[in-house]
């Protein structure tokens, strides 16, 4: 079976668990997923389904899973993941997606205004501090887990991850090199296009998982799209210059905003609706 089919898997079988058992391994999975970023997805997500499965077993009996595995999940996860290797593609894939993400944000302005500069060397420079502070977060994410004073730590993060972002959003602001242009005319258009079907490629690529979780932020990319490609084109760039076309740019990028993230709260409480349906059905079975 391929990861993203264990993963389904896994998310099936944890409907059978009793709250406290899912507790129990929801903790355990979080910290294999978070600490394994870099390790080899296949067998991390065969050893979490042997785990859950286990679990299972166990309940069967009437053993819940802190007196089949001990008080002390952490060691057991510790153990795991030191015995699965570090796989390089799965590490690249992960770090494609956050550049992909981050390079796509950071394009929107240079997509939608013709005379917006795109600097690619000040795009690489923030890319990396980017991507160093995505893996600091899966680390932590892991860290807190077990951690004694977990919801300190999680403010004291969050604080500290917007202080960090916030700073590294200020400081690319003010930097400028000397690899940087305008992607104006035909060629902004054929870029703009390259980047769609890209973006469409990499999509219907994805696992229908991935898929749910991307779907929200396409409204607002191809909105941004349409908007550049006609804002290039020589008939139509004069009423995007014109205050009535930044009003209706401008519109049109907020209901795209609002749009996304209706998708995203919509998306969310299916997945809330979903867990508190699978919490009801199990107190109702105990």
Known sequence: MKPD??????????????????KYYGDLL??????????????????ALEILQDILDAQTTGENAEAYFGKRPKEIADEILEVIPFNSIDSLKLLSYILGAYTLCSLFPALILPDYPLDLGRLGIVAVF???????????IGTSIYSSHKTLSRVLFGLLFATVVGGVIAVSAFIET????????????????????????????????????WSPFLPLLTTCGIIGIFSRIAPLSA??????????????LVLGLILQYLL???????????????????EIKN
Request: no cysteine.
């Open 5 to 22: 089919e264990l993963i389904a898997k896994n998310a099936e079988l944890q409907k059978q668990l009793t709250p406290e058992n899912d």
């Open 30 to 47: 979080v910290y294999l997923r978070a600490k394994g970023v870099f390790k080899n997805d296949l067998i991390l997500e065969e050893k």
């Open 130 to 140: 980017s991507i160093a502070i995505a893996i600091v977060a899966f680390r932590f």
């Open 178 to 213: 000397p690899f940087s242009f305008q992607l104006v005319g035909i060629w902004g258009i054929m870029l703009i296009v390259l980047l769609i079907l890209i973006v469409g490629v990499l999509f219907f690529r994805f696992s229908p998982f991935e898929r749910k979780f």
């Open 239 to 252: 009423f995007f210059e014109s205050k009535m076309g930044k009003y209706i740019v401008v519109g049109t």
């Open 264 to 282: 995203i709260f919509l998306y969310s409480n299916k997945i809330k609706n979903s867990q508190n349906s699978k919490n009801s059905k199990k």
